[in-house]
């Protein structure tokens, strides 16, 4: 297995360990392709969720113009729910699985397709 199969076995188990969620493997193999290098840089790999410099990157590149949501109050409404259910205390917040998690908040799965 390489690297990217090894952080998605990861992400996976993050999803299920600790947001309560199976994953779906095809779908989060393509969000964390997604993600490009990011995937591989320590800081850029994971979302910090107090920083709200942060949230609003995740607002305007990932659910704006990947996924093409209109701006309003309900994208970082999803983006806090989404922090929540990973948990807030949970130091290490991988952006493919914040990413996963929004795309299936708002039903996006064909972005992917």
Known sequence: MGKR??????????????????????LLKKVTIGCGPSIYSADASTVAGSQQSELETVKKSFLMKKLGLPDG???????????????????NK???VVYYLLVKHFGKEAVYG
Not at 6 to 24: F, H, N, Q, S, V
Request: aromatic share 6%; net charge negative.
């Open 5 to 26: 199969d090894d952080l998605i076995a990861k992400y996976a188990e993050d999803l299920r360990g600790k947001c309560g969620t199976e994953p779906d493997m095809d």
């Open 94 to 96: 991988y952006r493919a």
């Open 73 to 91: 109050p309900e994208l970082m409404d999803a983006i806090q729910s989404v922090i929540e259910t990973y948990g807030r205390s949970e130091r």
